[in-house]
């Protein structure tokens, strides 16, 4: 986790050679070598499915059994792969730690959090139950879980995810271990919480001399944070060097397709002047593949903004919605005094942290749930104050794509089904209109014609992301309320999402409410943005003034804390 490299004649903590994984007839590991020094942070980048996770798990033998691994895991001296499962016990959580991507899963939600430190503690150190409660609460407090003798005993489902994930922490470093492992640790985190759980584990590698090896697709984390990457893709690394090396000189085409592909705060692309490029894949020589950087250019003149003078599709006036607490429990304004315009064609952008209000927000204008007061006046009508028999005309008119597109379409029903029940329970009463509507957004949104008869589990994320679009937009909505869609996508795949997102805005001229705590994401997509904070909205600016000058102490933090890479001359050489 230290920003200085260690010598170069200093011998690796950790040494991988010629690593093999298989499960099957599947290689999903392929001839991976790489070392780590001691106290030095080691990225290893990929998108999902290229085998990192993988990589790391067969490093502390936690594959299934069906796996079948080969090649050298050195680690200070001893050779890993010889160890039996006695002696790699005594490395687990003791000398190599890890934390996981989802600590809602990793942590055990019938143990306190203080049973699943001490737990390590007394297995590993032969601490006693009390010494090990006590040791316990000053991990807690060194993580910064507040009032650490109190939470002890709280369980994971009291906690936030950022306190979840500090926890992971706690457990991970209990034994103060030599090398920690984490796999994507910051990923469904906002920006700040991000922000506080990396310079968290900086501070106790050095504290605790912890070499740190970071697996991550985040490239802004690992412009920031890292002192050397591999970058992985198919199973194989395809590059490693120092950071500031990947950054301003990438030499592998899918390295600078990565770069190109993602976005940076300091960015001035905007979806209407400029598509983001897209990673190509394409077959070369002797069957390799290749990643080509595609670009398609939007034409001479930039997309107009809407016309400010124009009236609002939506029009929202001290809007207000109310939790109310159990048992008679005092009330909780999650959506406080909120007011805002949106025009037909405009994208306006919602930012925040997690509890802010925002999707409270977002289901409150869908109906999903009855405000306390305010209006919602949708083409000049007050939907806040509709039955649900009048309402019902207009939810139509307003769409939403869901963040996870997995968990919100059904299982049990093909693409074709979801998409043809939408239509009937809308009023398009003829069966071939509903297969001609369905083809046609098919289509549209770059899928196959045969997906139609095909399950949400036989795609890929991207896909169903499509699939959430085409579910969206087959019945021809006014405004699309997209909550956190390209949060959980891999950075190329993001990048086809959001220009696909761009050009159906466009092409069916609709309203947009974007909503995301990834503040680059909505810099790009974006004509207006919106913080929201504690309930409110804290400030409001157009696509460039809100970025450069900031005037909310909120907006400043959220925007410091995005992390951004040292190395600044990536540009026009990856673009090149």
């Given at each position: 986790?230290s920003?200085?490299?260690?010598p170069?004649a200093?011998a690796?903590?950790?040494?991988?050679?010629?690593?093999?994984v298989?499960?099957?007839?599947h290689?999903?590991?392929?001839g991976?070598s790489?070392?780590?020094a001691?106290?030095?942070?080691?990225?290893?980048?990929?998108e999902?499915?290229?085998?990192?996770?993988t990589?790391?798990?067969s490093?502390l033998h936690?594959?299934?059994?069906q796996?079948?691994?080969s090649g050298?895991?050195?680690?200070g001296g001893?050779?890993?792969?010889?160890l039996?499962?006695?002696?790699?016990?005594?490395?687990?959580g003791?000398?190599?730690?890890?934390?996981?991507q989802?600590p809602?899963?990793?942590l055990?939600?019938?143990?306190?959090?203080?049973?699943?430190?001490?737990e390590?503690?007394?297995?590993?150190q032969g601490l006693?139950?009390?010494t090990?409660?006590?040791?316990?609460?000053q991990?807690?407090?060194r993580?910064r879980?507040?009032e650490?003798?109190?939470?002890?005993?709280?369980?994971?489902h009291?906690?936030s995810g950022?306190q979840?994930?500090?926890v992971?922490?706690?457990?991970?470093?209990?034994?103060?271990?030599?090398?920690l492992?984490?796999?994507?640790p910051?990923?469904?985190?906002?920006?700040?919480?991000?922000a506080?759980i990396l310079?968290l584990?900086?501070e106790?590698?050095r504290?605790?001399?912890?070499?740190?090896l970071?697996i991550t697709?985040?490239?802004?984390?690992?412009?920031?944070?890292?002192?050397?990457?591999a970058?992985?893709?198919g199973?194989?690394i395809?590059?490693s060097?120092?950071?500031?090396?990947?950054?301003?000189?990438?030499?592998?085409d899918?390295?600078r397709?990565?770069l190109?592909a993602?976005?940076?705060?300091?960015?001035?692309?905007?979806?209407?002047?400029a598509?983001?490029p897209?990673v190509?894949v394409?077959?070369g020589a002797?069957?390799?593949?290749?990643?080509?950087?595609?670009?398609?250019?939007?034409?001479?003149?930039?997309?107009?903004?809407?016309?400010?003078?124009?009236?609002?599709?939506?029009?929202v006036?001290?809007?207000?919605?109310?939790?109310r607490?159990?048992?008679g429990g005092s009330?909780v304004?999650?959506?406080d005094?909120?007011s805002?315009?949106?025009r037909?064609g405009?994208?306006l952008?919602?930012?925040?942290?997690?509890g802010?209000?925002?999707?409270t927000?977002?289901k409150t204008l869908l109906?999903l749930?009855k405000?306390?007061?305010?209006?919602i006046?949708?083409?000049?009508?007050d939907?806040a104050?509709?039955d649900?028999?009048?309402?019902?005309?207009?939810?139509?008119?307003i769409?939403m794509?869901?963040?996870?597109p997995?968990?919100?379409?059904?299982?049990?029903h093909?693409v074709f089904?979801m998409?043809d029940a939408?239509?009937?329970?809308?009023?398009?009463?003829?069966?071939?209109?509903?297969?001609r509507?369905?083809?046609a957004?098919i289509?549209?949104?770059?899928?196959p014609?045969?997906a139609?008869?095909?399950?949400a589990h036989?795609?890929s994320g991207?896909?169903r992301?499509?699939?959430g679009?085409?579910r969206a937009?087959v019945?021809?909505?006014r405004?699309?309320?997209c909550?956190?869609?390209?949060?959980?996508?891999?950075?190329?795949?993001?990048?086809?999402?959001?220009?696909?997102?761009?050009e159906?805005?466009d092409?069916?001229?609709?309203?947009?409410?974007?909503?995301?705590?990834d503040l680059?994401?909505?810099?790009?997509?974006a004509d207006?943005?919106l913080?929201?904070?504690g309930?409110?909205i804290v400030?409001e600016?157009?696509?460039?003034s809100?970025?450069?000058?900031?005037q909310?102490?909120?907006?400043r933090?959220l925007?410091?804390a995005?992390p951004s890479?040292?190395f600044?001359?990536?540009?026009?050489r990856v673009?090149?």
């Open positions: 986790m920003a200085v490299l260690q170069a200093a690796p903590l950790l040494e991988v050679e010629d690593l093999q298989s499960f099957g007839a290689r999903a590991v392929r991976v790489f070392s780590v001691p106290g030095e942070t080691l990225a290893l980048v990929g999902s499915g290229c085998g990192k996770s990589t790391a798990l490093l936690l594959l299934p059994t796996a079948r691994v050298r895991i050195r680690f001893r050779e890993l792969q010889s039996d499962e006695t002696a790699l016990r005594g490395v687990r003791n000398e190599i730690s890890m934390i996981f989802e809602m899963t990793s055990n939600p019938v143990l306190s959090i203080g049973e699943q430190i001490t390590v503690l007394r297995r590993h006693n139950r009390w090990a409660r006590a040791r316990a609460i991990l807690l407090d993580v879980i507040p650490p003798q109190r939470r002890i005993d709280d369980f994971p009291q906690l950022g979840r994930q500090r992971m922490i706690a457990i991970a470093m209990a034994c103060q271990p030599r090398l492992i984490a796999d994507e910051t990923t469904a985190l906002d920006v700040t919480v991000q506080q310079e584990l900086r106790l590698g504290e605790f001399s912890t070499s740190l970071l697709h985040d490239l802004g984390v690992v412009g920031q944070w890292a002192d050397r990457v970058v992985m893709v199973g194989e395809v590059e060097a120092p950071t500031g090396q990947i950054f301003s000189a990438p030499r592998h899918y390295t397709g990565l190109g993602s976005l940076r705060l300091d960015s001035t692309l905007h979806c209407r002047s598509r983001l897209e190509r394409v077959a002797g069957g390799q593949q290749r990643y080509l950087l595609e670009t398609r250019a939007l034409g001479a003149t930039p997309a107009p903004l809407p016309d400010a003078a124009q009236p609002p599709l939506l029009s006036q001290e809007l207000r919605t109310v939790y607490g159990a048992h009330e304004a999650a959506v005094g909120v805002f315009d949106i037909p405009e994208t952008g919602l930012v925040g942290e997690s802010c209000g925002k999707s927000l977002s109906r749930l405000p306390a007061s305010g209006r006046v949708l083409d000049g009508t939907i104050a509709l649900e028999r009048a309402l019902r005309p207009y939810r139509g008119r769409q794509v869901f963040q996870d997995y968990g919100s379409l059904n299982p049990r093909t089904d998409l939408a239509l009937r329970v809308h009023g398009v009463d003829s069966h071939d209109e509903r297969r509507r369905i083809v957004i289509d549209r949104v770059g899928l014609a045969g139609v008869q095909r399950y036989e795609f991207g896909q992301q499509r699939i679009l085409a937009l019945l021809r909505p405004l699309v309320i909550d956190e869609p390209v949060s959980s996508l891999d950075v190329s795949v993001r990048a086809q999402i959001l220009n696909l997102l761009a159906l805005k092409e069916f001229q609709l309203a947009t409410l974007f909503i995301s705590h680059s994401v909505v810099k790009y997509m207006r943005v913080v929201m904070h309930g409110k400030e600016g157009d696509g460039q809100l970025w450069e000058r900031p909310h102490p909120y907006t933090t925007i410091r995005v890479p040292r600044d001359a990536m540009s026009s673009a090149a």
